[in-house]
T-cell receptor, first 113, second 117 residues
């Protein structure tokens, strides 16, 4: 699975958009980009995933560059409850190797009033 | 409500005293796994199970056992706990996709914080 690089920390003002970048320059054509977050030692929570196209759901948007070497998670209107560690994970959906997620160090997002 | 539950949530024990951390999911998921989380090391997979009676080692299986006798339950067993197993443990589950690829979304339990003295 490709390695990802994320900034260790970011700040965002409440109500503004939070844009969290992720570099995955060695990504392969069949690898997906996933985002999870972990709020203060709770269980990680799935946010969104994508392969090539931009994706949007009720929580966030995922923008993947055309060459797929980087992506950005966008929280459109950040709230204090979005303060968490955000993990960008790249992996192939495999059958025989289970669904193991390889968590890096992530980005610690602090949303401030 | 769809969820993964773990018990106990907090546990303090002594070296060598066998313990079991239970994990249960109500989503009829085939795939279940255990992770441990340690400062500076992130989350690492201990064991996983692709279905009933099918289990396999993850990255850090030493000192742990698991069983999958029922689809909904996946207990983690520490036969002889040691201080280096002090950690935060998470159970996770997901569907197995109809195309034999695993569903991308994994659901995590709330965590079990274990201290081994």
């Amino acid at each position: 699975d490709a390695k990802t690089t994320q900034p260790p920390s970011m700040d965002c003002a409440e109500g503004r958009a939070a844009n969290l970048p992720c570099n995955h320059s060695t990504i392969s054509g069949n690898e997906y980009v996933y985002w999870y977050r972990q709020i203060h030692s709770q269980g990680p929570q799935y946010i969104i995933h994508g392969l090539k196209n931009n994706e949007t759901n009720e929580m966030a948007s995922l923008i993947i560059t055309e060459d797929r070497k980087s992506s950005t998670l966008i929280l459109p209107h950040a709230t204090l409850r979005d303060t968490a560690v955000y993990y960008c994970i790249v992996r192939v959906a495999r059958y025989n190797q289970g669904g193991k997620l390889i968590f890096g160090q992530g980005t610690e997002l602090s949303v401030k009033p | 409500e769809a969820q993964v539950t773990q018990n106990p949530r907090y546990l303090i024990t002594v070296t060598g005293k066998k313990l079991t951390v239970t994990c249960s999911q109500n989503m009829n998921h085939e795939y279940m796994s255990w992770y441990r989380q340690d400062p500076g090391l992130g989350l690492r997979q201990i064991y996983y199970s692709m279905n009933v009676e099918v289990t396999d080692k993850g990255d850090v299986p030493e000192g742990y056992k698991v069983s999958r006798k029922e689809k909904r339950n996946f207990p983690l067993i520490l036969e002889s706990p040691s201080p280096n197993q002090t950690s935060l443990y998470f159970c996770a589950s997901s569907l197995k996709g109809s195309t034999n690829l695993y569903q991308e979304t994994q659901y995590f339990g709330p965590g079990t914080r274990l201290l081994v003295l």
